[in-house]
């Protein structure tokens, strides 16, 4: 077998794995993946999104209410990183998702390094961020595989600075809860 075939077949186990994952994100998430897919960030008829959002149990209006595209003259597009709000916060976020969620996470890990993605990482929690390095995954391989090299590097950066991410949020959160009960103790 040949170098080529066989990364040929790990991408393209990596590429089922990855797929199977899918199905434990939001629908709104699940929807974004696929408009990704089709589009990367750039427009799509409405009509397609709608069309999308029935198969994934979303709507349009939903996915705009979420924060993770724009509908406009016929037009959708996901919101680049750049257009998210710089004021957002998980925890009064109505409409959380996963999507949103790794876009907010690469968006600090550019701006500040480590420890700004760690400050998000620890207002999102665990478990909304473990599932937001899985979707870095699988987009990561979508970029991958259409060759969008400067999407692909972001996704690849959260991914590579993962275990320094958590490891900060995680430290972060032991220091919190160390002042806290410091404070419970002085009153």
Known sequence: ??????LALINQVLDEVLAEQEGEFDGDTRWAISWFEQFGIESGPYGDAETL???K??????LVEAGIIEARRGKVRLLPR????????????KRLTVWESTQ????AL????ERGAAVILRRLG??????ARDLAYRLYAVCDRMKWAKEALAYNSL???WPEIASLAHKAEQRARAEKLFFEEEE
């Open 57 to 62: 149990n979303t709507a349009v209006s939903g």
């Open 53 to 55: 959002s029935k198969a």
């Open 1 to 6: 077998m040949t170098v080529r075939t066989a």
């Open 110 to 113: 550019e701006k500040d390094g």
């Open 104 to 107: 907010h996470l690469i968006r």
């Open 82 to 93: 750049d257009d998210l709000p710089d004021d957002w916060d998980p925890a009064t976020d």
């Open 126 to 131: 665990a478990g909304m961020g473990e599932s």
């Open 159 to 161: 991914i590579i600075s």
